[in-house]
């Protein structure tokens, strides 16, 4: 079977603390996008105990063609054993802050002018034929 339950988290993982469950989701490891109510097999998800699948209580025919469980992964939102946790504290934080401001200067541009060079004509040279006698 599979027992994803708080006592057993509890054992493996003494850091782990949780005074009360708020809400949990359970979901097969193999299958995460498909609710346990699909999957064919007896389980129980419940909020004031974990996930507890027997093998006992599964029978052929599910999603897998073997009469056990699947291996289940949980998640729980609970309340943790800190008081700093219990209730929220109680400072106001203040934040100023100050605009700043760009300047940005822009220089006039002086048009430029361009005054074309004439350019000298070639006159082309003429040949005159010349006749001796």
Do not use: H
């Not at 291996?71 to 800190?82: D, R």
């Amino acid at each position: 079977g599979d027992y994803e339950t708080f006592e057993n988290i509890e054992e493996k993982n003494p850091s782990w603390v949780c005074v009360k469950a708020e809400n949990i989701s359970c979901r097969a490891e193999k299958f995460p996008n498909t609710p346990i109510a699909d999957l064919g097999q007896k389980v129980e998800c419940d909020v004031d105990v974990g996930l507890i699948c027997n093998n006992k209580d599964q029978q052929i025919g599910g999603i897998i063609p073997m009469p056990v469980c699947l291996n289940y992964e949980i998640s729980v939102c609970c309340t943790p054993n800190k008081p700093e946790c219990l209730s929220p504290p109680s400072t106001t934080s203040t934040t100023t802050s100050t605009p700043s401001s760009t300047t940005t200067s822009v220089s006039p541009t002086t048009p430029s002018t361009t005054t074309p060079t004439p350019t000298p004509e070639v006159i082309p040279s003429s040949t005159t034929p010349t006749t001796t006698t």
